[in-house]
């Protein structure tokens, strides 16, 4: 069965730093597009930053770049999303997500549950 969990949300001051984590378990992680997605209470789910399958290229969210950094770990198959200096705007749910990108995982899509993650003083 497939699983991506996250962790490592929680309650932060502006200008603090967290560093999100998902496990993957149940598919063939290296074969597969890793992001991170947030949606704040009132808004889309929007995209924040994607790594490739073998972490050769990243992609991050203009709201976002500078301060977030998106990282993989394929022998722990495991996607981090370091984030720093946060503001009052990057509170959301954050969400995992695997895409495949092989000829075989092609149309494969996975999400995880989501972790909450609140900045404020």
């Known amino acids: 069965q497939v699983q991506l969990v996250e962790s490592g949300g929680g309650l932060v001051q502006p200008g603090g730093s967290l560093r999100l984590s998902c496990a993957a378990s149940g598919f063939t992680f290296s074969s597969f597009a890793m992001s991170w997605y947030r949606q704040a209470p009132g808004k889309e789910r929007e995209l924040v930053a994607a790594?490739?399958?073998?972490?050769?290229?990243?992609n991050y969210a203009d709201s976002v770049k500078g301060r977030f950094t998106i990282s993989r770990d394929n022998a722990k198959n495991t996607v981090y999303l370091q984030m720093n200096s946060l503001k009052s705007e990057d509170t959301a749910v954050y969400y995992c997500?695997?895409?495949?990108?092989?000829?075989?995982?092609?149309?494969?899509?996975?999400w995880g549950q989501g972790t909450q993650v609140t900045v404020s003083s």
């Open positions: 790594i490739t399958s073998i972490g050769g290229s990243t």
């Open positions: 997500n695997a895409r495949g990108s092989t000829l075989l995982t092609k149309g494969h899509d996975y």
